[in-house]
């Protein structure tokens, strides 16, 4: 079975750190580029970033402004976001989801909460 | 930054048919795609590549882009449509999210 299983959300404080994991299986991870969507409660969906297959080539939406890194470890078929700074407004659902051109396969997210 | 504009709600009868439009500047010379959300559940691909239905959606859902619009088609809307709707386009390299639409079946 193709599956996205996400891990690493929890409470954080403002200007904390917080590293999430999404372990891919079920289809050959390193064909494949990944991204990270995030939706904040009662809100639409946002893109966040994306990673080729091979690492290689690495886009975030503009609003990030460098705090958050995406990376992946294809022999461990994983897929990571490491967040730094974290603010308020970032507090959300994390998705990964993998890029066929279109985002075919999608986890079952994790939640990150950043409050005081 | 290019962005994609739906309507917050649409409402349809049962049986009826439902479109749901998205908006964004020469969208038509994009590929859009459509994503169908439930509460509580992560997001499902619909309609991608304008009007392609991936394996298991059913043939009522369709989709058409051309100009500045693409729009979501639901025929015969069931119940079990109920949903939120996000349309999505690529822009350089950049994913773009429509602000979403809630389908009300009532």
């Avoid at chain 1, 079975?1 to 996400?6: A, I, P, S, T, W």
């Avoid at chain 1, 659902?93 to 396969?105: K, M, P, Q």
């Avoid at chain 2, 908006?23 to 509580?40: I, N, R, V």
């Avoid at chain 2, 239905?53 to 369709?62: H, K, L």
């Amino acid at each position: 079975e193709v599956q996205l299983v996400e891990s690493g959300g929890g409470l954080v404080k403002p200007g904390e750190s917080l590293r999430l994991s999404c372990a891919a299986s079920g289809f050959t991870f390193s064909n494949y580029s990944m991204n990270w969507v995030r939706q904040a409660p009662g809100k639409g969906l946002e893109w966040v970033s994306s990673i080729s297959s091979s690492g290689n080539y690495i886009y975030y939406a503009d609003s990030l402004k460098g705090r958050f890194t995406i990376s992946r470890d294809n022999a461990k078929n994983s897929l990571y976001l490491q967040m730094n700074s974290l603010r308020a407004e970032d507090t959300a659902v994390y998705y990964c989801a993998r890029d066929s051109d279109v985002f075919d396969i999608w986890g079952q997210g994790t939640m990150v909460t950043v409050s005081s | 930054s290019y962005e994609l504009t739906q309507p917050p709600s649409v409402s349809v009868s049962p049986g009826q048919t439902a479109s749901i439009t998205c908006s964004g500047d020469k969208l038509g010379d994009k590929y859009a795609c459509w994503y169908q959300q439930k509460p509580g559940q992560s997001p499902v691909l619909v309609i991608y590549q304008d009007n392609k239905r991936p394996s298991g959606i059913p043939e009522r859902f369709s989709g058409s882009n051309s100009g500045n619009t693409a729009t979501l088609t639901i025929s015969g809307t069931q119940a079990m449509d109920e949903a939120d709707y996000y349309c999505q386009a690529w822009d350089s390299s950049t994913v773009i999210f429509g602000g979403g639409t809630k389908l009300t079946v009532l």
